[in-house]
């Protein structure tokens, strides 16, 4: 850890996706039971029905299809560590440490939550991995989109061909691959990260004098699309 990070406490730890949300649905948690025990890929709406108690027909009017079940109980389950990170995107740091300790949170939370951690480890399908991305892309106009565009080398993105939703998919991507490993020590994720993933997301042309001045002026958007979505929320 750098002599610039803040101490392990000060960026607080960050709320489990495996905790079940009070009032939670129960649909959802059915859902989850039945991803716990087969892994979502062998999970049909008819099992989630019969675990919830409800009729297929509740179940079809209220999700529509399979894939929209299981995208709506990744969101959710996600949403208070969603929310934590956008207050450690926001905090003090290092954008490379900020978007480390994130990565760092979330890779361990995914190995820690049964029924997302069942399917890493027996494989995911190309239908598991599209609705992960989903939700990984989910809000991260508020929190991590804003700070890898502060970050980009605009004229090698260019050359490349590169855009910030092709870096957040590709996160997305080794997010999949580390989890799915062997339970990780926080200090040897986050050596994995530095080595492998942080050059590509924070290169070191970033870091110039007036990285500062970028960073400030995207805080203060990030602030005012953080407000404006909790508006339409109200």
């Given amino acids: 850890m750098s002599a610039a990070q803040p101490a392990p406490e000060t960026w607080q730890s960050p709320p489990f996706v495996a ?8 649909i959802l948690d059915a859902a989850a039971r039945c991803i716990d025990r087969k892994g979502f890929d062998s999970v049909s709406l008819e099992e989630v029905a019969v ?6 027909t509740t179940l079809y009017r209220r999700y529509g299809n399979r894939e929209s079940l299981f995208k709506a109980l990744l969101i959710t389950r996600a949403e208070p560590f969603r929310l934590w990170s956008r207050r450690i995107y ?48 989910h ?11 502060s970050t980009m080398n605009q004229r090698a993105a260019a050359e490349a ?22 339970p990780w020590s926080e200090e040897t994720l986050r050596g994995r990260l530095r080595y492998f993933v942080m050059p590509v997301l924070v290169p070191a042309e970033s870091c110039g004098p007036d990285a500062g001045d970028r960073l400030a002026g995207i805080e203060r ?14």
């Fill in 19 to 26: 905790q079940t949300p009070s009032g939670s649905d129960t």
């Fill in 139 to 149: 809000g991260a106009d508020l929190g991590l989109a804003p700070l890898l565009s």
């Fill in 51 to 56: 675990e919830a108690g409800v009729s297929r």
């Fill in 90 to 137: 926001l905090g003090p740091g290092t954008v490379m440490e900020r978007i480390e300790t994130v990565l760092t949170e979330a890779i361990l939370e995914m190995q820690r939550v049964g029924w997302l951690d069942r399917s890493l480890l027996t494989g995911m399908s190309a239908a598991a991995i599209r609705l992960f991305k989903a939700s990984h892309a």
């Fill in 221 to 234: 958007r990030l602030d005012m699309l953080i407000e404006r979505s909790e508006e339409g929320r109200q």
């Fill in 161 to 182: 061909c590169v855009t910030v939703a092709e870096l957040i998919d590709w996160t997305a991507d080794q997010m999949i691959v580390l989890a799915s490993a062997a």
